[in-house]
C-alpha cells in the first residue's frame, strides 16, 4: 500500500506561482506513471499533467507553457510547478499514481484570486 500526500496549496493572485508536491510513501520507480489532477464542485476530476517512468511530460492544453510536471525518484516525489496562475486554476488538486494498482492522494486546494 502507497500513500501519497500533497503538499503546497494555498491562495495566491491572478499571475502568481505555486508549486505543489506529492510525497510517496514507497517508492514511485515502479510506477508508470505519476500525474496531477483537480476538480472543481460539480464537475468531474480532470487531468493536469502527467508524467512517466521514463520522463515523458503530458499536459492538458489549458496549462501547456504554465506547469509544469517532474519526478525526484530519489525522494518518491512529484512536483507541479505552477506559473501564471490564472482564477479558473482554482480548484482541488490531487496526486495520482499508476501501476498495477492506482493511488491517490487526499488532495490540496488551489486558489487563485485577487
Do not use: H
Not at 505519476?34 to 503530458?58: C, D, F, H
Amino acid at each position: 500500500q502507497v500513500q501519497l500526500v500533497e503538499s503546497g496549496g494555498g491562495l495566491v493572485q491572478p499571475g502568481g506561482s505555486l508549486r505543489l508536491s506529492c510525497a510517496a510513501s514507497g517508492s514511485i520507480f515502479g510506477f508508470y506513471a505519476m500525474g496531477w489532477y483537480r476538480q472543481t464542485p460539480g464537475k468531474e476530476r480532470e487531468l493536469v499533467a502527467s508524467i512517466t517512468s521514463g520522463g515523458s511530460a503530458n499536459y492538458a492544453d489549458s496549462v501547456k507553457g504554465r506547469f509544469t510536471i517532474s519526478r525526484e525518484n530519489a525522494k518518491n516525489t512529484v512536483y507541479l510547478q505552477m506559473n501564471s496562475l490564472k482564477p479558473e486554476d482554482t480548484a482541488v488538486y490531487y496526486c495520482n499514481a499508476q501501476g498495477l494498482t492506482t493511488y491517490w492522494g487526499q488532495g490540496t486546494q488551489v486558489t487563485v484570486s485577487s
